[in-house]
């Protein structure tokens, strides 16, 4: 299997604003963020489908994600955390958490060709790091 983007990212050869890593789980931000600390959770086994991961493997992402979640909501001052699993941009398993108040936050959609604002996210993950 070929190491897909996320991979790379945790193999550290393409770098990351991450917020938090343990034995199985590495969280980083969304270069292209719905709203600023949307988060991806993503497992260090790379498996393409959230749903084929083996039940400790998923158990360990979802209790990361819920862990992260409540530390966004505690840390960024918003009432809401979605979670959004798509699974086709990436062939990697990952959840997106995205913080918001406001339903048309949430819905937002990030110009994903403009060029990401690499100092904010490091103050960002500066500021959100487990």
Do not use: C
């Not at 193999?11 to 969280?27: L, T, W």
């Not at 158990?59 to 918003?78: D, E, P, Y």
């Amino acid at each position: 299997m070929t190491d897909s983007l996320f991979t790379k990212i945790i193999k550290g050869e393409i770098p990351s604003h991450k917020i938090y890593e343990d034995e199985n789980v590495y969280a980083f931000l969304d270069i292209h963020p719905i709203q600023p600390g949307h988060t991806l959770v993503v497992p260090k086994k790379q498996v393409e489908f959230l749903w084929d991961m083996d039940d400790a493997d998923y158990t360990a992402l979802t209790l990361v994600a819920k862990k992260i979640a409540a530390h966004l909501r505690l840390n960024l001052g918003v009432p809401y955390v979605g979670e959004q699993v798509i699974g086709v941009d990436v062939p990697h398993a990952h959840i997106h958490l995205v913080p918001f108040t406001t339903v048309k936050e949430y819905r937002s959609y990030p110009d994903q060709t403009a060029d990401p604002d690499h100092e904010l996210l490091a103050q960002m993950a500066q500021r959100l790091a487990l």
